[in-house]
């Protein structure tokens, strides 16, 4: 699995980009309501740029705004790690 994703954060970012695009302060006002915890915004950023310069995020400019969504990379390895979740995890078991 690739290095990315040993992160919960990098993967908690895939699962709401996947969701739908967003600015910057929007992605970490969520990840901070989903936490209960102040994001330090050094260590935010620093999870986006990694992810971008590996190539699993990119980022749009829309009007004044920075906006950000998963590459096709970063998609495949959300995919690849919902699958691996699916194959560990027994749904029927905890949805009882």
């Not at 699995?1 to 040993?6: E, Y």
């Amino acid at each position: 699995m690739a290095r990315f994703l040993q992160s919960g954060r990098r993967r908690d970012i895939c699962v709401l980009l996947a969701e739908e695009p967003r600015q910057a302060q929007a992605l970490k006002s969520r990840l901070e309501s989903l936490y209960d915890v102040r994001i330090d915004p050094k260590s935010f950023y620093g999870a986006l740029e990694a992810m971008k310069d590996a190539g699993f995020i990119e980022t749009k400019t829309e009007g004044i705004h920075d906006i950000y969504a998963l590459t096709d990379a970063g998609e495949q390895r959300l995919d690849e790690h919902i699958e691996w979740v699916l194959d560990h995890v027994d749904i029927d078991e905890h949805s009882e």
